[in-house]
């Protein structure tokens, strides 16, 4: 059980911030905590080497998407698209507003959901609603680019991933078992 459970944000344009939560996660599991993990614009379809991996801690680590198709290229251009996953986005925070305040979960990891509210798909006032009226034993991990001051200033630690170098910019494509 946390004894006292913090707001933790992963973020920067740096490789790294949900692969750091899904650790975390692996660590609170392996000390009897109960853990959800929530992934915002990775939709169920995504075939995700983690979440493969996280089935065998099912008895603990409880791994779920927003189900909207999402296309990181194309659909932030699709104002239906980005209705439709706003109206999801709501409806899944408010859900997590549950969790967070009856302790269904010792740790709640939102990935990606600071990069929803950066881009207009998450309201900043439902966010902080989950943090406000979470249980003071309930530790809470957001992950995702382009944190907002308002995001940084509900965290009780934030942790900057940065760029030096990535295989991207040499055209290398995200590899199975390595970014996915």
């Known amino acids: 059980m946390i004894e006292k459970g913090l707001v933790q944000i992963y973020t920067g344009n740096g ?9 975390l996660a692996v660590r609170a599991a392996g000390q009897n905590n109960n853990v959800l993990i929530y992934q915002f614009l990775k939709p169920p379809t995504l075939d995700l080497g983690e979440r493969k991996a996280l089935k065998s801690l099912s008895d603990r680590i409880n791994i779920r998407a927003l189900d909207m198709p999402w296309d990181i290229y194309k659909s932030f ?28 979960y010792d740790l709640i990891i939102l990935d990606e959901i600071v990069y929803c509210e950066a881009k207009k798909l998450a309201k900043f006032k439902d966010i902080s609603k989950i943090i406000k ?24 630690l934030v942790t900057e991933m940065k760029k030096i170098k990535h295989p991207y910019d040499k055209g290398i494509k995200s590899r199975q078992g390595i970014e996915f």
Do not use: N, Y
């Open 15 to 23: 490789k790294g911030k949900t692969t750091a939560a899904i650790g």
């Open 77 to 104: 251009e699709d104002t239906a698209t980005m209705g439709k996953t706003q109206k999801a986005v709501s409806i899944a925070l408010a859900e997590i507003e549950q969790f967070a305040a009856s302790k269904a």
């Open 133 to 156: 009226r979470k249980h003071p034993q309930v530790e809470i991990v957001m992950t995702g680019r382009e944190a907002s001051e308002a995001i940084i200033g509900l965290a009780d």
